[in-house]
Structure formats: C-alpha cells, structure tokens
C-alpha cells in the first residue's frame, strides 16, 4: 500500500532561519506528491506540488524537489517567518487515492 | 465566494444523537470527500465521491452515511453519536478523480460529543 512519513514534530525556529521538513513515501507506479499547510482554525491549502519525478514545486519562497531514487519529496525554505507558523503535510496521490503524512508543526519565533 | 464551504462550522450534541454536516463546492469539481481530524492533527480520508458514485470508504463505521445528492454536495450524517467521534471534520474536492490534481478543502466542522 501507500504510505507517507514526515518528520516528527513539533520543530522551534528563529525568524530567518533554514527550514528542512524530511518526507518520504512508499508508493508503487507513479504517484504526485503535495505540500498541504493548515494555519490555526482553517482547513488545508495546497502549498506545492510536483506530478514526475526531478520535478521542483515552488511556491511562497517554499520548495520541494520529486527525488524518485530516494522516494523523498523534502520542503525547504531559506528563511522562515512568524507568519509561516503552521501544520505542514506531505501528501501523495496514486491511483486516485490519498494518502497524507501525520502533519509537522512549525513555529517561528520573533 | 467560497470555494468549499461546509456548515455547521461548530457542533456540540450529546452520545446517541444523530447529526448532519453539509459540504458544497462552486468549483465545478468532479471529486468530493470527507477527512477526519482527531486532536493530534492525524488526517484520515473517510469516503471519496466521483460524480455522486462513492469510490472510496475507507473502513469507516457503518453509522456514517454520506451522501450526494448532486456533483456540488456531498453531506455526512451520523448516527448514534459516540465520544470519539469528537473531531475536525474536513470536506475537499478535487477536479477529477486522478493522481495529479490537488484538493481543496472546506474550513472543516468541529463536532464535540458529550
């Protein structure tokens, strides 16, 4: 079956630092893989995606490179805001179904 | 105007109450579903809809009954209300039923079992 797995939670930085959030899949065939963000309250968004392998999603200074060869999809981002505290999601689809990572809290402090 | 939308946005009843959420979608979308968020903001899909047909339950109890009366709605009704159904419950859709379109999900309904 398919799986996800995100770095577990919940992870502290300072405004401005690096920010890595590992995610790896288990998936057979070719699936599409997607960054969700939940802020406080609200229902999740799409942040990025990629659909084929070495593909680069990239949105709102996030990004996240398909890497087939070690069935990853890590986010990164070069310099964190307050305003980026949030639950992030690994997802993937296959076949029509989904299936989500268990969600990494990210809080930015000032 | 909001793309999903679902009512109520809060609930609070009793065990052994039954009790519906309404989702709707101005997207023109084919796919709808029904996610449960528990405190620890694990993600579960419950049911996946394509055009009305139910493609997808995911080994949900038979007390939950969704519904689409049309490509817009998808409704869940709950039976026989019990503690731990207490959740977030989030409804999405999605263009087609297909691996490379992403969700949109609603605000979510926070349903409190007493």
């Known amino acids: 079956g398919n799986s996800v797995t995100q770095m577990e939670g919940p992870v502290t930085l300072s405004e401005e630092a690096f920010l890595t959030i590992n995610c790896t899949y288990t998936?057979?065939?070719?699936?599409?893989l997607f960054w969700y963000v939940q802020y406080p309250g609200e229902g999740l968004q799409l942040l990025l995606k990629a659909t084929k392998a070495d593909d680069k999603g990239s949105n709102k200074g996030f990004e996240a490179t398909y890497r087939k060869e070690t069935t990853s999809f890590h986010l990164e981002k070069g310099s964190v805001q307050v305003s980026d505290s949030a639950v992030y999601f690994c997802?993937?689809?296959?076949?029509?179904?989904?299936?989500f990572g268990d969600g990494t809290t990210l809080t930015v402090k000032p | 105007d909001t793309a999903v939308s679902q009512t109520p946005k809060y609930l609070v009843t009793q065990m052994g109450n039954d009790k519906s959420i309404k989702c709707e979608q101005n997207?023109?979308?084919?796919?709808m579903y029904w996610y449960k968020q528990d405190s620890k903001k694990f993600l579960k899909i419950m049911f996946s809809y394509n055009n009305k047909e139910l493609i997808i339950n995911e080994t949900v109890p038979n007390r939950f009954s969704p519904k689409s009366p049309d490509k817009a709605h998808l409704n869940l009704h709950i039976n026989s209300l019990e503690l731990g159904d207490s959740a977030v419950y989030f409804c999405?859709?999605?263009?087609?039923?297909?691996?490379?379109?992403?969700?949109?999900f609603g605000p979510g309904t926070r349903l409190t079992v007493t």
């Open positions: 997802a993937l689809t296959n076949a029509g179904k989904s299936t």
């Open positions: 997207l023109g979308h084919d796919t």
């Open positions: 999405a859709s999605s263009l087609i039923f297909g691996a490379s379109y992403e969700q949109y």
């Open positions: 998936a057979t065939g070719y699936p599409s």
